[in-house]
């Protein structure tokens, strides 16, 4: 077994632990770069607590009482990235063509700084032109009247409050459809598909406290330290009353190895970690459901599972237990990459464990059986009545700061989930019945030329999705191309015939308007809503609040109703809490009363009470297709690429080249490999390689200038960055439920 203590002795590893003063330093790093001023400093200290902004990095809890600094090093990066005092102003554009731009890296567009005003795509001079808001908005109101109704898209990523989604959805639907792909469609879909359809429930289970009462932890594919590292507090606290910890994860991620807390001297000065995985397992990519089958096996041999739990809430168990009994051990070792012995071990401290929670992120959810994964932990976990208890549940760790809150408050493409009869009476229309565009159909409609016209409500879509180099060129076919952002990006330049970048206030900002300064709210990964105020002054006045530009765009682009008034929710968003509420009574009733309690109030879960919304009434246990969640298994010669996120990103948002927790500095094009792989294909460290797709459907998929690191890797497993390597995964290879692209296990060749 890998513990933590035999590390491969080649791996350019960072040898401190997460946290500590290497997070702090990257803090002033961050701080440095982007001519910090002292009011920012103060705006962290408001940061994710009560009557304060909440963060706008990770969907983690905020707890009631916060710590002193309730932050982290990419929590106060995302903040200080937001505030920085760099403008993109119309004279910025006015020395750039578009064209220019486009040669620009991802890091260098959004270092430009803030956008200012309001800006037009004017082809004649290939250059982006200022514009007044009256004028975007009437012309984006005319072209969008002019387009077919169920050709338009739009997208939201997952950073919008409540207050502004609930509005998005509106805006989609009394336009005439349902294309509502939000970025959990690239994301924790497979989640939100597959618990629905397993517990009834399409959210995780646990709530904050569960953290301080479960006895083991269960970690699949999720990387703390990086992507939530404020979770590391209350890891660290459970590791100190005795909880045990097991990771799956192919690669050794530093925060679920040992942590440093920041907020503590004592810590600090003497440089004392808390080790976090007790048995740390790096199992092949897709290879979670043969390891939870091991597991479930030796469970069934020790007669270690919970009857009576099982009769009461469980149905077709016995199919699952043959099903598992029947898969051969030397099978699930050449799926998993992990050997018997080591399931066994964990399958015996699962079963001495009385309260366990699951937590899982996108190691489980991009794979083409990412659903049939999430399904494997639900199984392991009702085996021994670990859903609806105290200390026990599933933990899916979401990742936009309001991603499972837009989908709450009607952002979906599903209308089964949206309370459409009741938004039909509200405002007096007749909502589309039919389904709209995921992410991956909304991709293909632009290649085939059925969208015509994309609207995007923050994000970076053009870089975040699969297949990306393939749907570049398709961009300029699009009708209309309006983009609300913050600051520049990819996204923006791929213009179609008329396009418009809108720009919005960030959540730290004050955001004044008729009836007083406003706050907004969000849903974070544990089901809790948090009003968030911003106080700083915006970084231009030309700027507009997401929900200003909105309404803006509603009412230029749809006919007046005397139900839908615009402009008295602007001017007091109470109001667009009060619509939340009526429309959905069951989570928000007395939103406004609500809204800044410590902690965040609760919308409920019904799995958590043991309330089964399944087809069959009860926790549904499912039979996988195979041992493996690859869709492909890799070819002689071939690799299976995860796509990583560095230490120094926000998804598309580069900060920086400092990937300090992997020890890796300076370049984003690089591919990590084991040394035995290295050995066996002939590369050596430093090597310049191209990488091609191994899926052969007539496509050529090839992106050139990696360079090979060696890296502590399961055998057949290298790893690239996101978005560097997003060419490199096929548009249809994704979940087969839920159709989250499979980024985490696409067949490639390294071409030396
Ligand atoms: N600083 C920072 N914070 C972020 C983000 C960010 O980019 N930067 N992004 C935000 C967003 S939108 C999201 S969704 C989350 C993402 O946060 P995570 O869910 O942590 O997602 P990733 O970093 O993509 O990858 C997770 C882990 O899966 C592992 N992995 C890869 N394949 C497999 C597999 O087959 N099985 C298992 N068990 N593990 C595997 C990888 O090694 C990696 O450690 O973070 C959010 N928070
Ligand atoms: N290969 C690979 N691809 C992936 C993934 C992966 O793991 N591997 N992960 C996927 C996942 S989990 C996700 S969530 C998607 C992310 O996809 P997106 O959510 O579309 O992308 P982001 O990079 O988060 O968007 C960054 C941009 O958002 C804008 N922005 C920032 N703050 C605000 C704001 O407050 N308001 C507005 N209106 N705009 C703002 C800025 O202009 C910034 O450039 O990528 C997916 N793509
Ligand atoms: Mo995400």
């Known amino acids: 077994m890998t513990s933590q203590r035999d590390q491969d002795p080649t791996t350019p590893f960072y040898d401190n632990p997460t946290g500590g003063w290497g997070s702090l330093k990257g803090v002033l790093g961050q701080a440095h770069q982007d001519g910090i001023r002292l009011g920012v400093l103060d705006t962290l200290r408001r940061q994710n607590k009560p009557g304060g902004h909440m963060c706008t990095s990770c969907a983690w809890a905020k707890p009631p009482s916060p710590h002193l600094a309730e932050f982290c090093e990419n929590g106060a990066k995302a903040t200080i990235w937001d505030l920085t005092a760099a403008r993109c102003t119309p004279d910025f554009f006015a020395r750039h063509t578009v064209t220019e731009l486009l040669s620009w890296p991802d890091h260098d567009l959004e270092a430009v700084g803030r956008l200012t005003h309001p800006m037009r795509y004017d082809p004649a001079s290939d250059r982006y032109v200022e514009a007044t808001w009256d004028q975007a908005f009437s012309a984006i109101g005319a072209r969008l009247q002019s387009l077919d109704r169920k050709s338009v898209v739009f997208y939201a990523s997952g950073r919008a409050s409540l207050e502004t989604s609930y509005l998005w959805a509106l805006l989609a639907r009394l336009y005439g459809n349902n294309n509502l792909p939000d970025s959990s469609n690239m994301c924790h879909e497979t989640t939100s598909v597959a618990l629905k359809q397993k517990i009834g429930a399409p959210v995780g289970t646990c709530v904050l406290e569960d953290f301080e009462h479960c006895d083991l932890l269960l970690f699949f594919g999720q990387n703390t330290g990086s992507n939530s590292p404020r979770f590391l507090h209350p890891l660290q606290q459970a590791v100190r009353r005795g909880c ?60 270690a599972v919970d009857r009576d739990f099982i009769d009461r809430h469980g149905h077709d168990f016995d199919a699952f237990r043959a099903w598992t009994d029947a898969q051969p051990w030397d099978g699930i070792e050449a799926a998993s990459g992990l050997m018997q012995a080591d399931l066994i071990e964990v399958a015996e401290l699962y079963a001495r464990s009385e309260r366990c929670i699951g937590v899982y992120g996108m190691g489980l959810t991009q794979h083409v059986h990412g659903a049939d994964s999430v399904g494997m932990l639900v199984n392991l976990l009702l085996l021994r009545g670990n859903l609806g208890k105290p200390g026990a549940g599933i933990c ?59 609207v995007s409500l923050g994000g970076n879509f053009a870089r975040a999705i699969p297949d990306l180099a393939r749907v570049e060129p398709a961009w300029k076919n699009l009708a209309l191309n309006v983009q609300i952002a913050t600051k520049l990006n990819r996204s923006h330049l791929l213009v179609g015939r008329e396009s418009w970048l809108l720009p919005c206030l960030v959540r730290a900002e004050r955001d004044e308007q008729a009836s007083g300064p406003q706050a907004v709210s969000m849903e974070d990964s544990l089901s809790h809503i948090h009003g968030s105020m911003g106080r700083r002054t915006p970084a231009s006045r030309h700027l507009l609040s997401e929900p200003a530009i909105v309404a803006g765009i509603a009412k230029a682009a749809l006919p007046p109703n005397p139900n839908v008034t615009w402009d008295e929710w602007i001017a007091d968003y109470s109001r667009i809490r009060d619509l939340i509420a009526e429309t959905y009574p069951e989570e928000f009733a007395d939103f406004n009363a609500r809204l800044f309690q410590p902690g965040g109030f609760y919308k409920g879960n019904s799995a958590r009470r043991r309330v089964w919304k399944t087809d069959s009434g009860r ?104 978005p560097e390597a997003n060419p490199l995964v096929p548009l249809n290879y994704h979940d087969l439920a839920s159709k989250t692209p499979a980024y985490k296990g696409a067949p490639v060749r390294i071409e030396p």
């Open 244 to 303: 045990k910890i097991v990771t799956f994860n192919p690669i050794r991620e530093r925060g679920l190895v040992e942590f440093i807390n920041p907020q503590s001297p004592a810590e600090m000065l003497t440089g004392r970690s808390t080790p976090i995985s007790d048995i740390y397992l790096q199992l092949r990519p897709g290879g979670d459901i043969a390891a939870i089958a091991g597991i479930c096996k030796h469970l069934f041999a020790m007669d």
């Open 396 to 454: 899916p760790v979401r990742g936009h700061s309001n991603v499972q809150g837009q989908r709450t408050v009607g952002i979906s493409e599903k209308p089964e989930l949206v309370p459409l009869d009741k938004l039909a009476r509200m405002f007096g229309f007749d909502p589309p019945q039919d389904k709209g565009t995921t992410t991956v159909e909304a991709v293909q409609g632009v290649l085939d030329g059925t969208i015509t016209g994309f």
């Open 619 to 722: 926790a549904e246990f499912t039979v996988p297709p195979g041992l493996s969640a690859l869709g492909v298994q890799p070819a002689k010669g071939a690799f299976t690429l995860i796509t990583i996120r560095s230490n120094d990103q926000f998804n598309t948002t580069v900060y920086g080249y400092h990937d300090r927790l992997r020890g890796l500095e300076g370049d984003r094009m690089i591919v990590l490999v084991s040394r035995s792989d290295m050995f066996q294909a002939g590369l050596v460290e430093g090597q310049r390689v191209a990488l091609s797709s191994a899926i052969e459907d007539g496509e050529i998929r090839r992106v050139e200038g990696f360079s090979i690191v060696p890296y502590d890797l399961p055998p057949g497993c290298i790893a690239a960055y996101y």
